[in-house]
């Protein structure tokens, strides 16, 4: 689609933001439009991401059953929207809604205010990730990023503090994969083949809810020695 027809396509839909009458019936035939395409696309990238990356998937959750395996915990990380997924990351491993599944050790790096604000204000923003794995990551531990861009100074930071302390290092991301896939820091890198903020979000939660879920099938046979 050229950028006259991609501009015409929006004045269409959304006629109301380009100082057109407003047609109530076909604000209403525009707007379901709208509903339709997003869905459609956002089905669609599902479908690509897990048809190419299946095995990728299966590969990170098996890391991080080994870092339970061994009494290891995971800790989570993003910016903004995706801050809200490394907590939503988290909080599907500490508290299973499935019954006989059980609480695994998890934490959002962002979840602090008050250390990372305060972190911020002292020595910078970009400081705030390495500072909680000094403080509490150990050896075989695990960390999983968040990133729609893949280019965060604060994660980067982290990744490479990360591989120092020899933690287990994964991540979810958007576009062409950013710093997160040319760094080389990352042993395993999802990438959503995505321009688009939204649904690359709408992939990374379906990806870390297989994943929940694969990680406690692969640690099934030693269910009653995680804790």
């Not at 809604?97 to 604000?117: E, I």
């Not at 903020?197 to 694969?214: G, T």
Request: net charge negative; proline share 2%.
């Amino acid at each position: 689609m050229s950028e006259t027809d991609n501009k015409q396509h929006l004045q269409d839909l959304y006629p109301f933001l380009h100082n057109k009458s407003k047609d109530p019936e076909q604000d209403q035939i525009g707007l379901l439009e709208s509903i339709k395409q997003k869905s459609n696309e956002s089905i669609d990238i599902k479908r690509r991401f897990f048809a190419n990356h299946s095995e990728a998937l299966l590969d990170a959750a098996r890391a991080i059953a080994g870092v339970y395996k061994n009494k290891g915990r995971m800790y989570a990380m993003g910016n903004g929207g995706s801050s809200c997924d490394a907590s939503h990351f988290c909080v599907e491993f500490q508290h299973p809604v499935t019954a006989g599944r059980p609480a695994l050790a998890a934490m959002n790096l962002l979840a602090d205010t008050a250390m990372n604000s305060a972190v911020s204000n002292d020595v910078g923003y970009q400081h705030i990730f390495v500072r909680q794995l000094n403080a509490h990551a150990r050896e075989g531990d695990g960390l999983m990023g968040f990133s729609t861009s893949g280019c965060s100074e604060n994660m980067m930071a982290a990744y490479a503090k990360a591989k120092e302390m020899k933690l287990v290092t994964l991540g979810l991301v958007g576009g062409n994969g950013g710093d997160m896939k040319s760094s080389g820091l990352l042993d395993h890198c999802l990438i959503v083949d995505s321009d688009s903020i939204h649904r690359i979000q709408e992939v990374h939660v379906a990806c870390y809810h297989i994943i929940w879920d694969l990680v406690h099938t692969l640690l099934a046979d030693s269910r009653g020695k995680v804790t």
